[in-house]
């Protein structure tokens, strides 16, 4: 069965040092998301690209982060310099087509910065 | 925007007993999902459910889009249901952006 692919799995990093994150989603699917969640909350959406293009980053800190999907496949979330506030969870989801379908989630990247 | 509730916050049950999550949504919703978050974090989608009535084995979700509520059904509920359960829409107007609810958070005794 398809799955979506995360990496890494866990990063400590300490703060104002740069951290990337990658995400391959499910081959076909058109639409990749990345949340943020924060223990014991729901995930919130960071970014969402339909192929390459960004549909909606409005809640993207574009300060420090960046997103990029280039080849409308696989994508890397980028923050730099990195908060004690970031540390989250990241989650990497992808559909076949924009809101009107089932997301699946890859296994996380759990964030901690020192 | 749009708010998402979910109720209750946490729920305790034993192990056979049957349950009932609610989740209410303030606008209309072109898209809603049912997922389980695992302990160890991951999301498993449960049900795509933006109208009617869905059932997966001891799971079913129901959603009346017209009174904005969807309700998810654990029956003989088992340790393994434990967990983390969200409800998350796209609102029918405003762009595509999905919205999680805070979850409700089940344990299952054993």
């Known amino acids: 069965e398809a799955e979506v692919a995360q990496s890494p799995r866990y990063k400590i990093t300490e703060k104002s040092q740069a951290v990337a994150f990658w995400c391959d989603p499910i081959?076909?699917?058109?639409?990749l998301y990345w949340y943020r969640q924060i223990l014991g909350q729901g995930p919130e959406l960071l970014v969402q690209?339909?192929?390459?293009?960004?549909?909606?980053d409005s809640q993207l800190p574009k300060d420090r982060f960046s997103a990029e999907r280039l080849k409308g496949v696989d994508s890397t979330l980028k923050i730099q310099p990195a908060e004690l506030g970031d540390s989250a969870m990241y989650l990497c989801?992808?559909?076949?087509?924009?809101?009107?379908?089932?997301?699946?989630f890859g296994p996380g990247t759990r964030l901690t910065v020192l | 925007g749009i708010q998402v509730e979910q109720s209750p916050p946490d729920l305790i049950l034993q192990e056979g007993a049957n349950s009932t999550l609610r989740c209410n949504f303030s606008?209309?919703?072109?898209?809603l999902q049912w997922f389980h978050q695992n302990p160890w974090g991951q999301l498993i989608n449960l049900f795509y459910?933006?109208?009617g009535t869905k059932q997966n084995g001891r799971l079913s979700a129901t959603t009346v889009a017209t009174e904005r509520y969807s309700l998810l059904y654990i029956s003989s509920s088992q340790t393994t249901d434990s967990g983390v359960y969200f409800c998350?829409?796209?609102?029918?107007?405003?762009?595509?952006?999905?919205?999680f609810g805070a979850g409700t958070r089940l344990f299952v005794k054993a």
């Open positions: 989801a992808s559909e076949r087509s924009t809101s009107t379908d089932t997301q699946y």
């Open positions: 081959s076909g699917h058109a639409t």
């Open positions: 690209f339909q192929d390459e293009s960004v549909v909606d």
């Open positions: 606008d209309s919703v072109n898209n």
């Open positions: 459910i933006p109208s």
């Open positions: 998350a829409v796209v609102p029918g107007t405003g762009g595509f952006k999905t919205i």
